[in-house]
């Protein structure tokens, strides 16, 4: 029922700031939980952050923590992730997926997912 299409991606230099936003197509985009997940070529998808489908719970990978904040509005179909203090590590394309509440929190599954979005960080 939701479509999903990253944004905000790009090349910043370590300790820089960068925004991604995620959009939804579909209607029904408050009722369900979003993730970010990253990726590098050869190595498997990694966790990032979720929020909760109201946007009252968040969960952070510990890589990440401190550093990363995710947020939704729910009236703009759009869920964001603000990376801070970012590292070369964080390199990699990012990707959100959407996750239906009705099955409880946190998710076990993810049932949709963008087309992710390219993020690099230089040395």
């Known amino acids: 029922q939701v479509q999903l299409v990253e944004s905000g991606g790009g090349l910043v230099q370590a300790g820089g700031s960068l925004r991604l936003s995620c959009a939804a197509s579909g209607r029904t985009f408050s009722l369900y939980h979003m993730g970010w997940f990253r990726q590098i070529p050869g190595k498997e998808r990694e966790f990032v952050s979720r929020i909760k489908y109201t946007g009252s719970s968040t969960y952070y990978a510990d890589s990440v923590k401190g550093r990363f904040t995710i947020s939704r509005d729910n009236a703009k179909n759009t869920v964001y992730l603000e990376m801070n203090s970012l590292k070369p590590e964080d390199t990699a394309v990012y990707y959100c997926?959407?996750?239906?509440?009705?099955?409880?929190?946190?998710?076990?599954?993810?049932?949709?997912w963008g087309q992710g979005t390219q993020v690099t960080v230089s040395s």
């Open positions: 997926a959407a996750a239906p509440s009705g099955y409880g929190w946190p998710p076990s599954q993810y049932t949709t």
